[in-house]
């Protein structure tokens, strides 16, 4: 997220990313600008709220900032982590919101009660990353019941020290540092490894801010962490990524790091994942947005892969804008997250 895309996250939830000084000349003109798809934004339009997951905001932001140079506009993103976003967008607070996974049942209901249809539109793919403090000369590859053992709820108050989780690592106080509990990216980490989501020790440094988190690890080093793998990219020179071994030799022997092919070909598993937006249906009625959502499933795959994130194969991506311009209502994903989902799963349930 380098360039023009950085930005100090603690500060976006109340950001106007696209708010900018109009010309006195130009306002009430009625001048309109061409959005994607032959739509038109109107100086006059409404503010596009959007606000979810911390992991899909980079995009967001990119997408954003892209289209208003385009097409002009306004919106304000804020990052309340998965979950709270939903909770704003399922009582009609927000327009759009990202989530790192889907949308679970209790969410569906309470978009249900307040009347909100929406529309699922996965967008990329990411991996998330295990990190440790960049120093750290002990471990370079972890199982997936190594990554349990350490994160399992059993494991609070007793499982405390990097020793107790494999022989021979040293005598250390093992510091852990995830996503809050809000966030999708700590529901699905806990799905893929532990079995169950939101099921996990609770003595963890926690923050809904992945820059926290990496400076956490980055001056701590007995420190482990995950996130979104995008966060690790822009920070790798002050974290060592680790590899995960899945104990499947078809996806690769031994550990694999995730990364743009492990992530695409579907052999860093259990860690990688779809990423979405969620669109209210009556909102895309709205010029302004029906664009802003054409744009963002467009033109989105260079600024994905800019940001540190996994584009979806031009197949999909078809897919996907098809989904919309149908107004496709409904999860892809019942249930909740499918740990291990591929790009052929996510074909297979967008055309059933």
């Not at 032959?38 to 006059?44: E, L, M, R, W």
């Not at 104990?247 to 694999?256: L, P, S, T, Y």
Request: hydrophobic fraction near 35%; include cysteine.
């Amino acid at each position: 997220m380098s360039g023009k895309y950085a930005l100090i996250f603690v500060s976006i939830a109340s950001l106007a990313l696209f708010a900018c000084k109009k010309d006195e000349a130009n306002e009430g003109s009625g001048k309109t600008v061409s959005g994607e798809g032959g739509a038109k934004v109107s100086p006059k339009a409404g503010v596009i709220k959007i606000d979810g997951s911390s992991t899909v905001f980079p995009i967001t932001q990119a997408v954003a900032e892209d289209f208003r140079e385009k097409h002009g506009g306004d919106a304000t993103i804020g990052v309340s982590g998965t979950g709270g976003g939903f909770k704003k967008f399922c009582r009609g607070e927000t327009v759009i919101t990202g989530a790192s996974r889907p949308i679970k049942p209790t969410e569906v209901k309470l978009c249900a009660d307040n009347k909100i249809e929406w529309i699922e539109l996965p967008v990329a793919y990411d991996g998330l990353a295990v990190v440790v403090h960049k120093d750290n000369d002990w471990v370079d590859t972890m199982t997936v019941a190594e990554l349990k053992t350490m994160w399992s709820p059993e494991a609070q108050g007793k499982v405390g020290k990097w020793s107790q989780v494999r022989s021979g690592w040293p005598d250390k106080a093992l510091h852990l540092f995830g996503p809050g509990v809000d966030s999708g990216t700590y529901d699905y980490f806990t799905k893929a490894v532990t079995g169950k989501e939101h099921s996990s020790r609770g003595d963890f440094t926690a923050s809904e801010d992945d820059n926290v988190l990496v400076q956490g690890i980055a001056t701590d080093k007995s420190a482990l962490g995950f996130f979104g793998f995008a966060y690790y990219a822009e920070n790798k020179d002050k974290l060592k990524l680790i590899k995960i071994d899945d104990g499947n030799e078809d996806n690769g022997a031994g550990g694999v790091a995730p990364s743009l092919e492990t992530v695409a070909n579907g052999t860093y598993q259990p860690l990688s994942r779809p990423i979405f937006i969620y669109v209210a249906k009556s909102a895309t009625a709205r010029p302004e947005v029906e664009s802003f959502v054409k744009y963002y499933l467009a033109e989105s795959a260079a600024l994905v892969k800019e940001v540190g994130y996994i584009p979806l194969p031009d197949t999909a991506s078809k897919l996907t804008l098809e989904r919309f311009s149908k107004r496709t209502t409904g999860s892809l994903f019942t249930g909740g997250s499918k740990v291990g989902v591929t790009v052929e799963e996510l074909l297979g349930g967008q055309t059933k």
